[in-house]
């Protein structure tokens, strides 16, 4: 069955350091999402994705932040100098629509740990 | 603001029973109500969705959907150490990105 793949599994950084987070949608999909869970808080929506642009983003997703789908199959997410509360877990999303009723398939995530 | 809001228990439940988790939302104009299981470090897995009013049952999960009250809930019968995890509640409204709620994390004592 199809999945949604991320690496590193891991990311421990340096704070200011610039941190690039990596996701294979399923193949088929046309929407692309990025989300984040801080520990013990809720999943929060960062940018959503879609035709090589973004389409909707979030109060979080500021100017530190951007994403690329730099070929037909990454999606990328770029921190460019993190901070200490930019520690979580970084889960990508795809859709094969973006209608209401389609579901998301998410990856496995990336912890991301910034000292 | 859009929120919405689950106990964030834990809620525990012996071997079996019937665990209840319930989750309410702020916009009326929530179309589809997600269901996502997530077990610790991991991300979450999607269990059910629901789109009307009323019940809809997949196995041992029935969702429940109250637009009125705007209340969503997932009922997990004969349940099992395995399903012991944190139910994460979502919604969205048309186009619009899924709003979590925190989560209740449930444990099912064998």
């Known amino acids: 069955e199809p999945e949604v793949t991320q690496t590193p599994s891991h990311q421990v950084t340096q704070m200011g350091q610039e941190v690039i987070l990596r996701c294979v949608p399923i193949s088929n999909h046309l929407y692309f999402y990025w989300y984040r869970q801080i520990l013990g808080q809720k999943v929060e929506f960062l940018v959503s994705f879609y035709n090589n642009e973004i389409s909707e983003k979030s109060e979080i997703f500021d100017d530190q932040f951007s994403v690329e789908r730099p070929d037909g199959s990454n999606f990328t997410l770029k921190i460019r100098s993190t901070k200490l509360e930019d520690s979580a877990m970084y889960f990508c999303a795809s859709s094969p629509a973006r209608s209401s009723y389609n579901e998301q398939f998410f990856g496995p995530g990336t912890r991301l740990t910034v000292l | 603001q859009k929120e919405v809001e689950q106990n964030s228990g834990p809620l525990s439940v012996p071997e079996g029973a019937i665990a209840s988790l319930n989750c309410t939302y702020s916009?009326?104009?929530?179309?589809?109500f997600f269901w996502y299981r997530q077990y610790s470090g991991k991300s979450p897995e999607l269990i059910m969705f629901i789109y009307s009013n009323g019940d809809k049952e997949d196995g041992r999960f029935t969702a429940q959907l109250n637009k009125a009250s705007q209340y969503v809930s997932l009922l997990i019968r004969d349940s099992q150490p395995s399903d012991s995890a944190t139910y994460l509640c979502a919604v969205r409204a048309g186009n619009t990105p899924l709003v979590f709620g925190k989560g209740t994390r449930l444990s099912v004592i064998a």
């Open positions: 916009d009326r104009g929530s179309q589809s």
